[in-house]
């Protein structure tokens, strides 16, 4: 409940200086006078028409009360928020190749791309994000969804070992478009990371770049790899093998294709790196959200008035009968 003239309420502090000059009065009209002995008084019968010679003043103090709260107006208020969101379809091409293993990123590359991953859908509820793998060949791992719950275990469940070892980064980003080509989203948006050069599929990055322009599809593109060389440590049918991984990739062909589509390429060294690029894409891309705020309100005075206007009359009626001479 909320006042519409809270001010009013201030005026309860009156009822101080009231209550004080009722008690100074009942004082003042007490009769004193001496005597030898009160014993004959002490049995005397008390009716509960003297216990009740205070009523008639507390009503009309309650009276007043109310009153006050009649002026203050009190309000039911019921909020509601309309929103209207224009939010962005995102598909996420993830390289898992061998040299994703590398661990120059902790623990690996591949792990840190999918934890920032995950924050990074985790910070676009209004989305629809999809999630599309690629090595030698490319899958759809999720399609556009908003259920980013299911996304999130899909991710989880990304490894090496999925697909076929290599690099088909035209394939991989040719199956993004064609995820998004029939999408009526405003904005359309890849983020395509890699570590390698392509070496794999039938479709070259830039062909697969300039398909996307065509639908006017923005292409992010992220390179993740150390200046330098690095360890990675992959599961074969012979067991755990450890292989040299340079830190050196295709930067070119990811720069074309993000200059292509009007995107913009990136270059993550570090853990630190990788998570500062995901930050500055999530400003760049964002969601449209307009909210409406509706607001009931109801008044509440009336049953406030009805209780005064019945005390003040119940106070006037046990004044003029029953209590009639008690002062």
Same mark, same amino acid.
């Given at each position: 409940?909320?006042?519409?003239?809270?001010?009013?309420?201030?005026?309860?502090?009156?009822?101080?200086?009231?209550?004080?000059?009722?008690?100074?009065?009942?004082?003042?009209?007490?009769?004193?006078?001496?005597?030898?002995?009160?014993?004959?008084?002490?049995?005397?019968?008390?009716?509960?028409?003297?216990?009740?010679?205070?009523?008639?003043?507390?009503?009309?103090?309650?009276?007043?009360?109310?009153?006050? =709260?009649? *002026?203050?107006?009190?309000? @039911? /208020? %019921?909020?509601?928020?309309? $929103?209207? !969101?224009?939010?962005?379809? #995102?598909?996420?091409?993830?390289?898992?190749?061998?040299?994703?293993?590398?661990?120059?990123?902790?623990?690996?590359?591949?792990?840190?791309?999918?934890?920032?991953?995950?924050?990074?859908?985790?910070?676009?509820?209004?989305?629809?994000?999809?999630?599309?793998?690629?090595?030698?060949?490319?899958?759809?791992?999720?399609?556009?969804?908003?259920?980013?719950?299911?996304?999130?275990?899909?991710?989880?469940?990304?490894?090496?070992?999925?697909?076929?070892?290599?690099?088909? =980064?035209? *394939?991989?980003?040719?199956? @993004? /478009? %064609?995820?998004?080509?029939? $999408?009526? !989203?405003?904005?359309?948006? #890849?983020?395509?990371?890699?570590?390698?050069?392509?070496?794999?599929?039938?479709?070259?990055?830039?062909?697969?770049?300039?398909?996307?322009?065509?639908?006017?599809?923005?292409?992010?593109?992220?390179?993740?790899?150390?200046?330098?060389?690095?360890?990675?440590?992959?599961?074969?049918?012979?067991?755990?093998?450890?292989?040299?991984?340079?830190?050196?990739?295709?930067?070119?062909?990811?720069?074309?294709?993000?200059?292509?589509?009007?995107?913009?390429?990136?270059?993550?060294?570090?853990?630190?790196?990788?998570?500062?690029?995901?930050?500055?894409?999530?400003?760049?891309?964002?969601?449209?959200?307009?909210?409406?705020?509706?607001?009931?309100?109801?008044?509440?005075?009336?049953?406030?008035?009805?209780?005064?206007?019945?005390?003040?009359?119940?106070?006037?009626?046990?004044?003029?009968?029953?209590?009639?001479?008690?002062?």
């Amino acid at each position: 409940m909320v006042y519409a003239n809270p001010g009013y309420l201030y005026l309860l502090l009156l009822l101080i200086p009231l209550i004080a000059w009722y008690i100074f009065k009942l004082r003042k009209m007490q009769a004193n006078f001496k005597m030898s002995s009160g014993f004959a008084f002490e049995k005397a019968p008390s009716t509960i028409r003297v216990y009740l010679r205070h009523f008639p003043f507390l009503l009309r103090l309650i009276a007043i009360a109310l009153v006050i =709260i009649v *002026l203050a107006r009190p309000q @039911s /208020v %019921n909020s509601s928020d309309v $929103s209207n !969101s224009e939010g962005i379809d #995102i598909v996420m091409a993830l390289d898992i190749s061998g040299t994703m293993m590398a661990q120059d990123f902790s623990p690996t590359r591949l792990e840190a791309a999918k934890k920032v991953a995950a924050e990074f859908i985790n910070d676009r509820p209004n989305d629809r994000i999809g999630l599309v793998i690629f090595g030698g060949e490319s899958f759809t791992q999720c399609p556009l969804t908003t259920d980013h719950k299911v996304l999130l275990n899909l991710l989880t469940e990304v490894k090496f070992g999925m697909i076929e070892d290599g690099t088909a =980064i035209g *394939l991989g980003l040719a199956n @993004s /478009v %064609n995820r998004l080509k029939d $999408s009526k !989203s405003k904005s359309r948006v #890849i983020i395509l990371l890699t570590d390698g050069s392509n070496n794999a599929g039938q479709i070259a990055p830039l062909t697969a770049a300039e398909l996307a322009a065509s639908y006017g599809i923005r292409v992010y593109t992220i390179g993740i790899g150390s200046r330098g060389t690095s360890i990675a440590r992959i599961m074969t049918p012979y067991g755990l093998q450890s292989m040299q991984v340079s830190g050196d990739f295709d930067e070119r062909t990811l720069t074309e294709i993000a200059a292509i589509t009007k995107g913009q390429y990136f270059r993550a060294t570090d853990n630190t790196s990788l998570s500062a690029i995901y930050d500055e894409i999530d400003q760049m891309e964002k969601t449209h959200i307009s909210v409406n705020t509706v607001t009931k309100r109801k008044e509440l005075y009336l049953p406030f008035a009805i209780l005064a206007l019945a005390l003040v009359g119940l106070e006037l009626i046990l004044r003029r009968t029953w209590l009639r001479n008690i002062p």
